[in-house]
């Protein structure tokens, strides 16, 4: 049986790949993917933990994790195509009129 | 080694490439691609954790229903790439802010994954012997009856967030 550390050495490196991803891309859509592959690194910590205690636990907290998720994307998305109505780009950095 | 630590690796390394991919990839249609590919393999490692119900939830929830969405988003904006970026490793970088951004975001996989090898197996009194509990039996009683409220909130959250979707994306006139 492999090693519970393995999977959360796994889970450690995507979760560093989903912050690169919000921190380097200038998509809006690529971030948003970002995230996802952050939700899915915390979620496989769940179900590795879960089993490794014996309980069942893990699973139904992953559960939860992906209807969150869910509604995150598509909350998300329609911000994403309202504000690609208003700019016509996806760059973050033209979304910048609440700044000063 | 045994099948399931092959099994493991393989799942792992296609994973962690997929989502490398994701990262590194300028068109967003093949990011989305590469991360459908990137779930299944997770999918793969549940199964690997005794945890079906998990799996099965994994590739119709995310790799059927939500990144369908975001197939379906990047089809309706129609945006292939973002602007290029000038060439050179370092002048793909940018400005400054995104060189501290990839050292920063470096230095915190370094960080996590430092931290969670230091994970002591002692904490987990059954490791490796603990009773695998797959059941979806089990399951579906935990969630109904321990977790009944969490779960109820759930389905108003997800109401919640359809209207506003519809609210937000829709074309004001």
């Known amino acids: 049986m492999i090693p519970l550390n393995h999977y959360l050495i796994l889970s450690a490196i995507l979760f560093a790949i989903g912050t690169t991803g919000v921190f380097l891309r ?24 879960g089993r490794y205690l014996g309980t069942v ?18 909350v998300g998305l329609a911000l994403v195509i309202s504000l690609f109505r208003h700019r016509e780009t996806l760059n973050p950095d033209a979304f910048s009129s609440l700044k000063w | 080694m045994d099948a399931s630590a092959i099994a493991f690796y393989i799942f792992a390394a296609i994973t962690v490439v997929a989502s490398l991919g ?5 068109n967003p249609m093949y990011s989305v691609m590469l991360l459908i590919t990137s779930f299944g ?3 793969g490692l549940y199964v690997l954790l005794d945890a079906p119900f998990t799996a099965v939830t994994q590739i119709i929830i995310y790799a059927g ?9 990047v089809m309706l904006l129609n945006v292939p790439r973002e602007e290029p970026a000038p060439s050179g490793v370092l002048a793909a970088l940018g400005p400054r802010g995104m060189q501290a951004a990839t050292v920063l975001s470096l230095v915190l996989g370094l960080e996590i994954v430092w931290a ?18 797959s059941s979806v039996t089990l399951i579906g009683t935990t969630l109904f009856t321990r977790h009944a409220f969490a779960f109820e909130a759930t389905s108003i959250l997800i109401l919640v967030a359809m209207v506003g979707a519809v609210v937000i ?5």
């Open chain 1, 26 to 49: 200038r998509n809006l859509i690529t971030m948003l993917l970002s995230v996802e592959i952050m939700l899915n690194a915390v979620n496989l910590t769940f179900v590795a933990v």
């Open chain 1, 57 to 74: 636990d893990g699973q139904i907290i992953t559960f939860f994790v992906m209807t969150v998720a869910a509604a995150e994307a598509a």
């Open chain 2, 65 to 73: 229903a939500i990144m369908v969405l975001f197939l379906f988003v």
């Open chain 2, 41 to 43: 393999a997770l999918a």
């Open chain 2, 169 to 173: 994306a829709r074309r004001e006139r």
């Open chain 2, 116 to 133: 969670l090898s230091k994970v002591n197996r002692g904490w987990f009194a059954q490791d490796a012997a603990a009773t695998s509990v």
């Open chain 2, 22 to 26: 994701v990262v590194g990839q300028r």
